[in-house]
């Protein structure tokens, strides 16, 4: 897994941006950068650079929010050239001294480039409007200060008000050169100066990992930017309770800065972290308050609904029924749903057929059930939307699919009502496809609702951005159609399950592919409501995966990390914290570091797979994963127990259908469970498995506990999750 990477293509990349960063905002057109200078060296013009790394959460409110405005749009229509550079492109930040994601450069050529101005982070549309007009202008824009000081008119005021840019563009070997200047014309300001130099020499301190000095150098600065460092240096040190005091004097004392409401998030997370519920949710309170309009706003709504309704919640994705130990084997997809119609609110049972089937063999040999019956066929007639509907209702009551007549969308929705019940689901089928009756059960099952899916967008294909967007919409609109609150997360539907034949891939605004299961659970200002999953495979195969997500029950987990236990980011996500965590509930195997070799692993899957759960942090491609002194393959993956897999790593799910791929070794080797990235997604789109297991234990689903939640990675991105979303430890399970 690589933290970053350079594509080599990068044409092919920004190729792709021509044509899709068009359906974002037709009014702009961005090009690749080669393109772009050449355009500006012609036409005389400005040119734009937009860098940043996909994955981060500000780059994306950026386009959604800013960028893509119609206002903005007008703005930059006439003298400005447009294109996208990736941080994965190390070449073009080296050049333009980019470090931080959104940097935004102004830069006009005359006997070479030349920066106008740069802005770093997240701006607001009124703001960047400023921007571009100064710069249309050149007025107190950096390549305007940096000329006058130039020139004779070498004022004090230019001076500072340069060395301030240079301070909030990050410049600041150039901010101390100018403040050291200033500091012997202007002796009335001298101890002013003082404390920018000591604030720049703090963040030189802080870079190096050296908090104490940082700290010694912060403490007697009262500017903006010293206080928000300070908290971050008590942040590092694990100082909570100091950090908090510094940081709600900072709120205090200038609750208009640009950071504010990411410090008082900042704050929420610190106090839930370290389990101060009370203050955790009257500063989620306080943020929405006062800044109910910010993206941090928006992600304390969703703490604060999941602390409000999390008891509630919890019990409703817990799985209710109790389990009959006999599974039946049935002829054909009439008969499964006729047994699966006869489950009732208090008991289910595993359906499969085909009993010479490895899937079925695989799981009623972990199952162990005290019997297994074959039954005869029972026809129940066409099988359509109705028929599933009654299927779907039948499995709440003590009826059976032929014993129910006329049930539509009403009669559910009082079913539902009678028992109390609200829907945390909703589960995507079509008829007669392989995923039909796997669908049904999970439905059935978990008091989900159904949907048929209407057909198009086949597994193969790679939608565009404005499909993407058209599909988004149609499950937002049918979602609401069963009248159900969906549109926040713990209030009604959380989940959606795709157990149908659909495209799990698309191209992005910025033309690079993601996953399509974690684009169309957003609304439109991109925050997700509901968490997704899909099932994979045959009709078979699926239908093992919703059995086992039904019926089984985790004993044990591996974990085995091959990354370095040192350096950042790496360290984040060893595996020692998680295994003493979880080994109060399962049995643990661990290696780690130099012991994760593959002699070791081999050693280990001598006779298959053993692990119900397992955890694998490596680096490689869909075909070969890294492990200490070697490389392994996907014939290094062995037969399997019915398993949950979590592969931290670059690419294992390019695609998962493929058996010769990792991800679709693991899945027909016997994970009923599988998450991992379909493309390159970086090493911090993973949890750490800490944080996993921590979810995992205190009752989540796979489905919420696998994915980001906030921040970097959490909006749509290039991680799938293969199985049913609402799988779960089951903590009933005691490990003696």
């Known amino acids: 897994m690589k933290t970053l990477k350079i594509f080599s293509t990068s044409l092919f990349l920004f190729f792709c941006i021509f044509f899709n960063l068009q359906y974002c905002s037709a009014q702009l057109n961005w090009i690749s950068l080669d393109e772009a200078k050449g355009q500006v060296k012609n036409e005389k013009k400005i040119l734009l650079v937009l860098s940043g790394a996909q994955g981060g959460v500000f780059l994306n409110e950026m386009l959604i929010n800013v960028i893509n405005t119609d206002r903005v749009a007008k703005e930059l229509s006439s003298r400005f050239v447009l294109s996208f550079v990736s941080s994965a492109n190390k070449k073009v930040f080296r050049e333009f001294n980019i470090k931080k994601s959104p940097t935004i450069l102004f830069l006009t050529y005359d006997n070479g480039w030349k920066e106008i101005e740069r802005i770093l982070g997240y701006v607001t549309e009124q703001e960047f409007i400023s921007v571009i007009?100064?710069?249309?202008?050149?007025?107190?824009?950096?390549?305007?200060?940096?000329?006058?000081?130039?020139?004779?008119?070498?004022?004090?005021?230019?001076?500072?008000?340069?060395?301030?840019?240079?301070?909030?563009?990050?410049?600041?070997?150039?901010?101390?050169?100018?403040?050291?200047?200033?500091?012997?014309?202007?002796?009335?300001?001298?101890?002013?100066?003082?404390?920018?130099?000591?604030?720049?020499?703090?963040?030189?301190?802080?870079?190096?990992?050296?908090?104490?000095?940082?700290?010694?150098?912060?403490?007697?600065?009262?500017?903006?930017?010293?206080?928000?460092?300070?908290?971050?240096?008590?942040?590092?040190?694990?100082?909570?309770?100091?950090?908090?005091?510094?940081?709600?004097?900072?709120?205090?004392?200038?609750?208009?800065?640009?950071?504010?409401?990411?410090?008082?998030?900042?704050?929420?997370?610190?106090?839930?972290?370290?389990?101060?519920?009370?203050?955790?949710?009257?500063?989620?309170?306080?943020?929405?308050?006062?800044?109910?309009?910010?993206?941090?706003?928006?992600?304390?709504?969703?703490?604060?609904?999941?602390?409000?309704?999390?008891?509630?919640?919890?019990?409703n994705i817990k799985l209710k029924r109790n389990i009959k130990k006999t599974v039946y084997i049935v002829p054909d997809m009439g008969s499964f749903l006729f047994y699966i119609s006869k489950w009732t609110d208090k008991e289910i049972f595993p359906v499969f057929m085909d009993k010479d089937n490895h899937f079925t063999k695989k799981f009623i040999e972990t199952f162990k059930p005290n019997e297994v019956i074959e039954t005869k066929k029972v026809n129940i007639g066409k099988i359509d939307k109705k028929k599933i509907l009654q299927v779907l209702y039948a499995s709440w009551t003590e009826n059976d699919v032929l014993s129910v007549k006329d049930v539509n969308r009403n009669a559910i929705r009082d079913n539902l009502k009678k028992r109390k019940v609200l829907p945390v689901g909703i589960v995507f089928v079509r008829l007669q496809d392989m995923g039909l009756l796997a669908g049904v059960s999970l439905a059935c099952a978990r008091d989900q609702l159904i949907n048929i899916w209407p057909g198009g967008y086949e597994y193969e294909q790679i939608l565009k951005y404005k499909e993407k967007e058209k599909l988004r919409k149609y499950i937002r609109k049918i979602t609401k159609e069963w009248e159900y609150p969906y549109e926040s997360l713990y209030l009604g539907i959380d989940y959606l399950t795709f157990s149908c034949d659909l495209a799990y891939r698309y191209y992005s605004e910025f033309g690079d592919v993601h996953v399509l299961d974690t684009a169309v659970n957003r609304d439109d200002q991109g925050d997700r409501f509901a968490f997704s999953g899909r099932l994979l495979g045959d009709q078979q195969q699926k239908n093992y995966q919703a059995m086992c997500s039904l019926f089984l029950k985790p004993k044990d987990v591996l974990f085995f990390n091959t990354y370095n236990t040192t350096g950042i980011p790496w360290k984040e996500y060893q595996t020692q914290e998680a295994a003493k965590l979880i080994d109060r509930k399962l049995d643990v195997g661990i290696r780690e570091d130099k012991d994760a070799t593959l002699s070791e692993w081999q050693q280990i899957m001598s006779k298959g797979n053993e692990f119900d759960m397992l955890f694998v942090n490596s680096s490689g491609g869909k075909y070969d994963w890294q492990v200490k002194e070697g490389k392994a393959y996907v014939d290094d993956i062995p037969d399997s127990v019915p398993t949950v897999v979590y592969f931290t790593h670059s690419g294992s799910a390019a695609d998962p259908q493929d058996a010769d791929t990792i991800a679709g070794r693991w899945l027909k080797n016997g994970a009923y469970v599988y998450y991992g990235a379909v493309t390159e997604p970086y090493v911090q789109a993973f949890n750490p498995s800490a944080g996993t297991v921590e979810q995992v234990l205190s009752g989540e689903t796979y489905g919420f506990s696998f994915r980001k939640h906030d921040r970097d990675y959490s909006h749509p991105w290039k991680i799938i999750y293969v199985g049913d979303p609402l799988a779960s430890l089951k903590m009933e399970i005691n490990k003696e």
Request: hydrophobic share 35%; charged share 30%.
């Open 133 to 315: 007009r100064r710069v249309k202008e050149n007025k107190k824009t950096y390549l305007f200060l940096h000329n006058e000081i130039s020139s004779s008119r070498r004022s004090s005021r230019h001076l500072k008000m340069l060395a301030e840019k240079c301070i909030k563009q990050e410049k600041f070997k150039e901010a101390k050169t100018l403040y050291k200047e200033l500091s012997s014309k202007d002796e009335k300001n001298k101890d002013i100066y003082a404390y920018k130099i000591r604030y720049i020499d703090a963040v030189e301190q802080y870079e190096k990992g050296n908090t104490y000095e940082a700290i010694q150098l912060l403490k007697a600065d009262e500017f903006p930017k010293a206080r928000a460092m300070l908290s971050d240096c008590y942040i590092k040190q694990q100082n909570y309770e100091r950090a908090a005091v510094v940081m709600w004097n900072f709120l205090k004392d200038y609750p208009q800065h640009f950071r504010a409401s990411a410090i008082a998030y900042q704050l929420v997370r610190i106090y839930i972290t370290q389990r101060n519920m009370k203050s955790g949710v009257s500063t989620c309170i306080w943020l929405i308050k006062n800044y109910k309009d910010s993206y941090y706003a928006r992600q304390a709504k969703h703490i604060l609904q999941k602390i409000k309704f999390l008891p509630y919640y919890r019990e």
